[in-house]
């Protein structure tokens, strides 16, 4: 069984560009989450969308944004890139349970710099 | 407030020792209880799981302990090895979807 995807792996903008990053989900997995990960702050969640429907939303600002397909692949957007949006980025595939435990498989990531 | 916080932020241990991280939690509702081991540059993977009701968790050379009362967990590596080099990262679940992350403990084998 194939694991999650993300395209690209390396990215590099700069500041007031906009990028689009690409998640893969395990086939049957309904939900993905995205987080962003920097030396500093950890791990961050962004938002979670499950069956192309957002189902909750982290404190990141608008310029983030995300969406989800019918074949559960996911997309985030991040417009006007500030320098501080350097950063691992990383999507989660589960099966979107909201009973018992919904373990969650991360992707390898996308490692975005701003310049 | 909810959060995660790990101890000690970073450990070098010499290969075929063993080592205890820690996690203390403050999560509610409480549900479940992850341990995570992220290689640098890659995504984390999971190693236990455990709900409230379990207290130890074993994967490998890798065991969990979960202390419910006293919201503390641990992991506990036996025979590090070279590979064992990486971050280790407690998660706990905050309501239904979000995960509140601690800031891992980097560990670092050495020969």
């Known amino acids: 069984k194939a694991g999650v995807t993300q395209t690209p792996r390396y990215l590099i903008k700069t500041r007031g560009q906009q990028v689009t990053l690409s998640c893969s989900p395990i086939?049957?997995?309904?939900?993905v989450s995205w987080y962003q990960q920097t030396p500093g702050q950890g791990l961050q969640f962004l938002f979670e969308y499950f069956s192309e429907t957002q189902r909750n939303k982290g404190n990141f600002p608008g310029r983030f944004s995300g969406r989800q397909f019918s074949n559960s692949r996911s997309e985030m957007n991040v417009s006007t890139l500030e320098l501080g949006d350097s950063a691992l980025y990383l999507c989660?595939?589960?099966?979107?349970?909201?009973?018992?435990?919904?373990?969650?498989?991360f992707g390898p990531g996308t490692r975005l710099t701003v310049l | 407030k909810n959060q995660v916080e790990q101890s000690p932020q970073s450990l070098i241990i010499l290969e075929g020792k063993n080592c205890t991280l820690q996690c203390n939690y403050t999560v509610s509702p409480f549900s479940n209880l992850r341990w995570y081991k992220q290689d640098t540059g890659r995504g984390p993977v999971s190693l236990t799981i455990?709900?409230?009701?379990?207290n130890t968790k074993s994967n490998g050379r890798y065991t969990a302990t979960l202390d419910a009362d006293t919201k503390q967990s641990s992991l506990h590596i036996t025979a590090s090895q070279l590979s064992d080099s990486a971050s280790y990262i407690c998660v706990a679940p905050s309501g239904t979807y979000k995960y509140i992350f601690g800031t891992g403990t980097r560990l670092k084998v050495l020969a």
């Open positions: 989660a595939s589960s099966l979107g349970s909201t009973t018992g435990v919904d373990e969650q498989f």
């Open positions: 455990m709900t409230f009701s379990e």
């Open positions: 086939s049957g997995h309904r939900s």
